[in-house]
T-cell receptor
Framework: GNSVTQMEGPVTLSEEAFLTINCTYT??????LFWYVQYPGEGLQLLLK?????DKGSNKGFEATYRKETTSFHLEKGSVQVSDSAVYFC????????????FGSGTKLNVKP | EAQVTQNPRYLITVTGKKLTVTCSQN?????MSWYRQDPGLGLRQIYY???????DKGDVPEGYKVSRKEKRNFPLILESPSPNQTSLYFC????????????FGEGSRLTVL
């Protein structure tokens, strides 16, 4: 079946630190992969996506590379800001049914000044 | 402004009292879906709809009903709520199959006593 596993949180960093949030997936075939972000009190927003192996998604300084060989899609940012504090969700959409999405459990990021 | 609107945002009810959570989008999206968010479990898909009068089950449909009589609206119905349906619910919509950019509402926090 399809599933997404992400690292447990919370992750607490100081401003300007390097961020990595690990995400691995299990899927049939080659799904599309996404990172969504949820700021406090809000719904989720798409942060970035990748639709095929070796694609790199990027947005707002965040990056993630679709690694087929390791079934991973780790989120990285070189220098986090306090405003990046949020919950981050890794997700996939199944290749046979793009309208079925599978989300990880979410990783809360706290960035301290 | 493009948005997905859910109501109510907060609701406390009792076991067995039917309730409806409404969802409306103003982006003319074909695809709409409902998720529940529970601690440690991330988001799980309840139902989705590809277009008017076309709905299908997600991963956790038990205890829920939906309807799609108009393109803009996708209400979630709990005929006989139970305490295990206490959760944070999100409605989402999308332009097209496979794009991955879901637009989320702000969420509806439901407590069933």
């Amino acid at each position: 079946g399809n599933s997404v596993t992400q690292m447990e949180g919370p992750v607490t960093l100081s401003e300007e630190a390097f961020l990595t949030i690990n995400c691995t997936y299990t899927a049939t075939g080659y799904p599309s992969l996404f990172w969504y972000v949820q700021y406090p009190g809000e719904g989720l927003q798409l942060l970035l996506k990748a639709t095929k192996a070796d694609d790199k998604g990027s947005n707002k300084g965040f990056e993630a590379t679709y690694r087929k060989e390791t079934t991973s899609f780790h989120l990285e940012k070189g220098s986090v800001q306090v405003s990046d504090s949020a919950v981050y969700f890794c997700a996939l959409s199944a290749i046979y049914n793009f309208n079925k999405f599978y989300f990880g459990s979410g990783t809360k990021l706290n960035v301290k000044p | 402004e493009a948005q997905v609107t859910q109501n109510p945002r907060y609701l406390i009810t009792v076991t067995g009292k039917k309730l409806t959570v409404t969802c409306s989008q103003n982006m003319n999206h074909e695809y709409m879906s409902w998720y529940r968010q529970d601690p440690g479990l991330g988001l799980r898909q309840i139902y989705y709809s590809m277009n008017v009068e076309v709905t299908d089950k997600g991963d956790v449909p038990e205890g829920y009903k939906v309807s799609r009589k108009e393109k803009r609206n996708f209400p979630l119905i709990l005929e006989s709520p139970s305490p295990n349906q206490t959760s944070l619910y999100f409605c989402a919509s999308s332009y097209a199959k496979g794009t991955g950019e879901l637009f989320f509402g702000e969420g509806s926090r439901l407590t069933v006593l």
